[in-house]
């Protein structure tokens, strides 16, 4: 057992991997779309900031995710695993055709849906973090449009007299600042979202570890307001690298397919984005920096050229949206059957 439970801590760590992997055209696809800095220099920039975000948020989110959401009593080895598998195949999938989904939800939506498979609704803390979270799933691709078409109509009056190719170098070098607080906010956020899923195995098999050795008894976790650094770490370096590697096809639904961005509307669109994230990551909310940044993006260009905006390409994205959490949670639900057909799981409770 002590072996599986070690197995499902790697597999959370492949998860946020993908997350990074996935989620880089978050982080670069506007720096990249307007050619600020390359795609291997706009990469490494996110990585780190990615990364030093362990260092600069707090841990609210995970807090949320490890013992907010879904009923401590009932979660075993065999849900945390059915929720991860459930949210990387949706991930893949969606890296496949180039859709920016959110990973955020998929492992909301698969959690959820092992849960739900193995003891019905009951297994869900229905309250005020999932009002919250469901609630933005809506509110933060609109904050992110309000925030970017702002900021953007702010600049756009502030240096209406400026030359075009003036402002533009301005904003050449004030997007590295944007997209580096970006990356921040996203590292702050979805790192915090894996650190919550390994708190919740590492409480529900408290009694397998009290008694262990070496390293392994810092699997042994009672206090769910405790993280581990070693989880801390590890979330954040797995998010760091998934970066590096960078889910190319999305950066290029992102950064040109929805809307062509300047400088000036790159830096609107990521300063938007970053403070939308880093409000909901100082209260605990497990918000998608997808739908973020994806409405602070459109409502740059729909304030600069409404027409320039791909509405078709918006429209599909949203149907993505739409389908993240059920479709994750139930390829969860059925990874989570087949587990417990061959992998039943014995009472772990200390």
């Given at each position: 057992m002590i072996s599986y439970i070690i197995f499902i801590v790697v597999v959370a760590f492949i998860f946020d991997f993908i997350n990074g992997f996935h989620?880089?055209?978050?982080?670069?696809?506007?720096?990249?779309?307007t050619r600020v800095l390359t795609p291997f220099k706009a990469v490494m920039w996110a990585a780190f900031f990615n990364?030093?975000?362990?260092?600069?948020?707090?841990?609210?989110?995970?807090?949320?995710?490890?013992?907010?959401?879904?009923?401590?009593?009932?979660?075993?080895?065999?849900?945390?695993?059915?929720?991860?598998?459930?949210?990387?195949?949706?991930?893949?999938?969606?890296?496949?055709?180039?859709?920016?989904?959110?990973?955020?939800?998929?492992?909301?939506?698969?959690?959820?849906?092992?849960?739900?498979?193995?003891?019905?609704l009951a297994a869900i803390t229905w309250g005020a973090k999932w009002i919250s979270t469901l609630s933005f799933i809506v509110l933060s691709p609109l904050i992110g449009m309000l925030l970017g078409s702002s900021i953007m109509v702010i600049v756009a009056w502030t240096f209406h007299r400026v030359p075009a190719g003036r402002v533009n170098r301005y904003f050449r070098h004030l997007q590295l600042?944007?997209?580096?607080?970006?990356?921040?906010?996203?590292?702050?956020?979805?790192?915090?979202?894996?650190?919550?899923?390994?708190?919740?195995?590492?409480?529900?098999?408290?009694?397998?570890?009290?008694?262990?050795?070496?390293?392994?008894?810092?699997?042994?976790?009672?206090?769910?307001?405790?993280?581990?650094?070693w989880v801390k770490l590890g979330a954040h370096i797995a998010i760091a690298l998934g970066t590096l590697f960078g889910g190319w096809r999305i950066v290029h639904t992102m950064g040109t397919r929805v809307t062509r961005l300047r400088p000036v509307g790159g830096f609107a669109a990521e300063t938007g984005g970053a403070i939308s994230v880093l409000l909901a990551t100082r209260f605990g909310i497990p918000v998608s920096t997808t739908h973020t940044i994806t409405g602070s993006i459109v409502g740059v260009g729909?304030?600069?050229?409404?027409?320039?905006?791909?509405w078709g390409i918006a429209r599909g994205i949203v149907w993505a949206?739409?389908?993240?959490?059920?479709?994750?949670?139930?390829?969860?639900?059925?990874?989570y059957w087949l587990l417990a057909l061959t992998n039943p799981m014995p009472s772990t409770a200390p």
């Open positions: 989620d880089s055209a978050n982080s670069i696809a506007t720096i990249v779309g990364f030093i975000a362990l260092f600069a948020i707090g841990t609210h989110v995970a807090r949320t995710i490890g013992s907010g959401m879904i009923d401590v009593a009932i979660v075993d080895p065999n849900v945390v695993l059915a929720g991860l598998l459930g949210a990387i195949v949706w991930d893949l999938v969606t890296w496949f055709y180039g859709i920016p989904s959110s990973s955020s939800h998929a492992l909301i939506g698969g959690y959820a849906g092992a849960a739900v498979a193995k003891a019905g600042a944007s997209s580096a607080a970006f990356s921040l906010s996203h590292g702050a956020n979805d790192a915090q979202k894996t650190m919550g899923i390994i708190v919740g195995l590492l409480l529900a098999t408290q009694g397998l570890f009290a008694n262990e050795p070496g390293f392994l008894r810092h699997f042994h976790l009672t206090n769910p307001d405790h993280i581990p650094m729909a304030t600069t050229r409404p027409r320039g905006v791909r949206w739409v389908l993240t959490i059920p479709a994750s949670a139930l390829t969860a639900a059925l990874c």
